[in-house]
């Protein structure tokens, strides 16, 4: 068997690659940059580009379609639409010229709204962003493609927010935030928040490489959920900072908000990306959870635990000797 990556060498692409070179499957990837593993086959390119991706696509049994605009930043707000939406676009065209009948497409969480206890998969979508927007769209593409052919499989992974070892994203700044002491809790701390550890990911994407033909439909999240409170408590715990003076710190959600809302503001005024905003207040304060009822009966077995991820985590970046962290848990970076 032959597949293809599309966003191959990002976070998750990485150790899907790597789960899938083991199981001896031929990889080819398709990216803007080059992945570093070296069993796998590269072709640069952009998913916006169709005759890249048409040349990525022919010749492989299956594609993992992970490419996607998904920070919370991204400008112009179009790129969502030109790179999640037409990018899919373009490789389910490029699939149905190649005969390529299998595709295992990482959707997201965000197409719930927020502050809803565990929606399923068949929760009404409403999305409180253009990220989640942009996804839902790309997964109607999904679906009718799907229902063209009854030997075509298309999995739809709704993924809630993955961490691990050289992810950059929102758990990795709360974890460096933590570690450098400069954390400070909004709320309570009482919402729970749906997480997944990346190799229980590449674990379960490379489980649905074996599904039979037909629309399949998955909401993922290692359980149990833990509280925001519960999330830092581990982490300070496991980066010695429990006795630390921020530990007693809390901000107001009103005031977090009202800083986050001054932070957009200057963010459009200068032109930066900064580390506070609105809707990543709005995201740490949410209730966030997803049902996994589905997933659970098909059988599939996690290798990791959530805790035993966070751990791997935090020994990676922050404790151990090669990490990126400095010689110190607390030192900035």
Not at 87 to 101: D, F, K, Q, S, Y
Request: proline residues 5%; contains cysteine; hydrophobic residues 40%.
């Amino acid at each position: 068997m032959n597949v293809l990556i599309t966003g191959g060498a990002g976070f998750i692409g990485r150790r899907l690659a790597e789960r899938l070179a083991a199981d001896g499957i031929g990889v080819r990837v398709l990216d803007l940059r080059a992945p570093h593993d070296a069993m796998v086959s590269f072709h640069p390119g952009d998913v916006r580009d169709p005759e890249a991706v048409g040349r990525a696509v022919a010749g492989t049994n299956a594609v993992f379609h992970l490419a996607a605009e998904h920070r919370d930043d991204v400008r112009p707000v179009e790129r969502y639409q030109e790179v999640n939406v037409r990018g899919t676009a373009n490789l389910l065209e490029a699939m149905t010229r190649a005969g390529c009948h299998r595709i295992v497409f990482t959707s997201t969480v965000a197409v719930y709204p927020l502050n809803v206890h565990e929606p399923d998969e068949e929760h009404p979508p409403a999305p409180f962003n253009d990220y989640g927007r942009s996804k839902l769209e790309a997964e109607r593409l999904v679906e009718a493609w799907a229902a063209g052919d009854p030997n075509r499989c298309a999995v739809i992974v709704r993924l809630c927010v993955v961490f691990g070892e050289g992810n950059r994203g929102n758990v990795y700044n709360l974890l460096h935030q933590i570690a450098s002491g400069r954390f400070v809790m909004v709320g309570r701390g009482g919402n729970r928040k749906s997480m997944a550890y990346v190799g229980n990911v590449a674990a379960f994407l490379r489980w649905c490489l074996d599904l039979p033909p037909g629309l399949h439909r998955f909401n993922y999240a290692d359980k149990p959920d833990l509280t925001t409170a519960e999330l830092v408590g581990l982490a300070r715990r496991a980066l010695g900072r429990d006795g630390h003076w921020t530990a007693r710190l809390r901000l107001p959600y009103p005031i977090g908000l009202g800083l986050g809302y001054v932070a957009d503001g200057l963010a459009r005024l200068t032109g930066r990306s900064l580390p506070w905003s609105s809707i990543r207040v709005k995201k740490f304060c949410a209730e966030t959870t997803v049902n996994t009822a589905r997933l659970e009966r098909t059988g599939f077995v996690r290798p990791f635990t959530l805790q035993e991820g966070l751990r791997r985590m935090i020994e990676h970046e922050f404790l151990s000797a090669g990490s990126s962290a400095g010689q110190a848990p607390g030192a900035d970076r």
